[in-house]
């Protein structure tokens, strides 16, 4: 099986760079998923899509996750980040933005299982690395079709299932409903991957224990916490925040520039969640413009 410790980093739109990657890196050898890479953009040679793809200098396995619709879009930019390296091919159903939602793509797949087990047996038909779904339970509370859906996509040929145990329509409102991992576990034997409000080991059991998952991956509690991963496996963190944060910053601005400081800005703002003072500070970091004038808050705040 290609997941080792169980707990893996989710896919984030505008989180999960390769800046943010290296930092988890320090703390886990497990997989790490890049951000949803949208395969039209890829096969238009998007330069800055190309650049989501670049995954050198990274230690340690790296899942590439797509979305889109397109059959042979889809399968074009699966090989594509086979060649750059990826570990894993995952495949985006169940983003519900909208824009992903008019083209077919994200969650709308749900409502679509006959194109998304085609995109998954024409994908695995042209790379040999694991192809996985990360999906929500169901359109909507009225229509919770997992259990028949990860059949579909188990017999499609997915080596693997991410369920984020809510709804299209549920958003991020409501408590995750777990139980509906278990009863898809009981009826495949693809491994099966629990998520959805997972952010301590308290959490973390308690969800291995309801769903009986073979893995849980976690997304929010990561942001402004990289060693989440590593604390909630157990391991004694033994960090110094200052000087993590500024090779975080460091690597933002190596990897895009100026623009870094922009990117870097939400990063703080995290980092900074459970410290004193904090409102001052994300005001003073939003309105900075200078990457010394940057360095110096922090510094001065961590
Ligand atoms: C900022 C942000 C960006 C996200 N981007 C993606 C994405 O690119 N692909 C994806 O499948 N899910 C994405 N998600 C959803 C998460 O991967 C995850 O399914 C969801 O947040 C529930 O897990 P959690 O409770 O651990 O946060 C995103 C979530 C957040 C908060």
Redesign the pocket.
Known sequence: MFLKNKIIL???????DKPFRQMVRHFSNELL?T??ISATALCYHSKETAKMLDLSNETGPIGV?L?GSNLKEMSQAAQMAEQAGAAVL?I?M??PVKKLIKNSS?AALIKDPYLACQIVENIKKVISIPVTV?T?LGWDETTIDIVKFAKKLQNAGADSL?I?A?TKAQG?RRK?DWSWIRKVKEVVSIPIIA?????DQKTASACMEQTRSDGI???????GKPWVLAEISGETMNINLKYFIEEHFDRLMAYYGHKGLFIARKHLAWYAREKSFVANFRRKVYAETDENQMRSLIKDFF
Request: with cysteine.
């Open positions: 989710a896919p984030m739109a505008g989180v999960t998923f951000e949803m996750q979305v995952d985006n169940g983003c994200g990360k929500r991410t984020h809510r991020y995750v998520n959805g409000d997972v952010t991956m976690i997304a929010r509690a990561a942001m």
